[in-house]
C-alpha cells in the first residue's frame, strides 16, 4: 500500500477526483500533514484506507468542512476514529457494479450459480433484479427483469456503441464469503454500509436503500471466513446443472501479493467462470494484458478468466468495452 502520504495523494488523484471533492480535498490535506500521517501509521497497515478512515470519522460526527477545519476534530477525536477502524472494514457493498459485471453474465451460458467473493452483504449477488438504464451514443438501452421494472434501477454509461443483453441472465443459485458478512436487516450494519458511501453521493444512498429491500427479501447465503480457505469449498457445492461464475469487485486488494497469488492460482482450478471487477494495479498479469494505448489508472479492470475485457468505473457509473464489437 505504501507509506500513509503515498496512499493518500494517490487516492485523491486517482479516485477521488472528479468523484468527490470534500474526499479529494481531505486526501491531498492528509498527504501533506505528517502529524496526521502518524496517526494513520499506528493503524494496523490494513487500516490505513483512506476510504475506511474518512468513513469512521463521518461516523462519529466529523464535520463536512474543508480539510484547515477537519483536521482539528480528527485530532481531537482521533482515538474514537481509530477504535472504529479497527473494529470495521471498507465494505463499499455498491449495487451499482452489476451495471459492469452485466454484459459479461450476460454472455456465459446459464443457468447461472453466482458465488461472490468479499460479499458483504450480498447486494451485487442480484443482477437479474435489477433494471439498468445504459446510456449510450446510440441513445438509452433499458433492461428490465421479466416481470417488470426492478426496485432498483441501475443507470450506467458506455462510451461507445455495442451489442448490450437484451434480457437479464437466469440466476438459480447464490452465495458469497466475507470475513465479516453484513446482515442487511441490521439498522446498525445498514448505517455503517450508508456511511461508507461517499459524502456527495445521495444517489447512492438510494441505490442502496433499495438494494437492500430486495436482498433483505431473499437472503443469500453468505459465510463468514477467509476467501482462500472457503472459496473452493462453496464452489463445490453449487448445482451441478448450472454454470457457476466466481466474481469480486474492489476486494482484492486489501489481500497481500501472495494472497492474491494463491487466490488466483486456485480459482483457476476450479470449473467455472472468474470474473473480476477491480482497480488497475491490483492484478498486475491482467493489466499487462491491456492494448499499449490503454490508460487503465483512474479506472477498474474488468476481466473474464484473466483476460480484460473491460475499463469501468470504480462504483459501475461508466462502462467502455475492450474491443469494442464484443457480442
Known amino acids: 500500500m505504501g507509506q500513509p502520504a503515498d496512499h493518500y495523494r494517490r487516492f485523491a488523484e486517482f479516485e477521488a477526483h472528479g468523484v468527490s471533492s470534500l474526499y479529494e480535498n481531505w486526501a491531498l490535506g492528509v498527504a501533506g500533514d505528517e502529524e496526521v500521517q502518524s496517526l494513520i501509521e ?35 477525536h482521533w482515538d474514537e476514529v481509530a477504535a472504529t477502524a479497527k473494529a470495521r472494514f471498507t465494505q463499499t457493498n455498491e449495487a451499482g457494479r452489476c451495471s459492469v459485471l452485466l454484459p459479461e453474465l450476460a454472455r456465459i451460458e446459464g443457468p447461472l450459480a453466482l458465488l461472490e467473493v468479499g460479499a458483504a452483504a450480498g447486494l451485487c449477488l442480484y443482477p437479474d433484479r435489477y433494471s439498468y438504464r445504459y446510456r449510450t451514443p446510440g441513445g438509452v438501452v433499458s433492461i428490465d427483469p421479466a416481470s417488470g421494472p426492478g426496485a432498483l434501477v441501475l443507470d450506467c454509461e458506455v462510451s461507445v456503441e455495442m451489442a448490450l443483453p437484451t434480457a437479464l441472465p437466469e440466476v438459480v443459485w447464490r452465495a458469497g464469503v466475507d470475513l465479516t458478512p453484513i446482515d442487511i436487516e441490521d439498522p446498525d450494519s445498514l448505517r455503517w454500509l450508508s456511511t461508507l458511501v461517499w459524502p456527495e453521493h445521495m444517489e447512492r444512498r438510494s441505490r442502496l436503500i433499495a438494494a437492500a429491500s430486495v436482498v433483505a427479501a431473499d437472503p443469500p447465503i453468505v459465510v ?33 501479493g501472495e494472497e492474491k497469488a494463491v487466490f488466483v492460482e486456485q480459482v483457476q482450478g476450479i470449473d467455472g467462470v472468474w470474473l473480476s471487477n477491480e482497480g488497475a494495479d491490483v492484478l498486475p498479469d491482467v493489466r499487462s494484458k491491456l492494448p499499449a494505448d490503454i490508460d487503465a489508472k483512474a479506472s477498474f479492470i474488468l476481466s473474464r478468466n484473466g483476460e480484460p475485457v473491460a475499463l469501468a468505473g470504480g462504483h459501475g457509473q461508466w462502462y467502455h468495452p475492450l474491443g469494442h464489437a464484443r457480442t
Open 224 to 256: 463468514a471466513g477467509d476467501l482462500n480457505e472457503e472459496v473452493a469449498r462453496l464452489a463445490a457445492t453449487a448445482p451441478k446443472d448450472t454454470t457457476l461464475v466466481i466474481f469480486h469487485s474492489a476486494v482484492l486488494a486489501y489481500l497481500s
Open 42 to 76: 499506528a493503524l494496523p497497515r490494513q487500516k490505513w484506507q483512506a476510504n475506511l478512515v474518512f468513513a469512521s470519522a463521518r461516523w462519529n460526527g466529523a464535520p463536512l468542512c474543508d480539510y484547515s477545519e477537519f483536521r482539528g476534530w480528527l485530532v481531537e
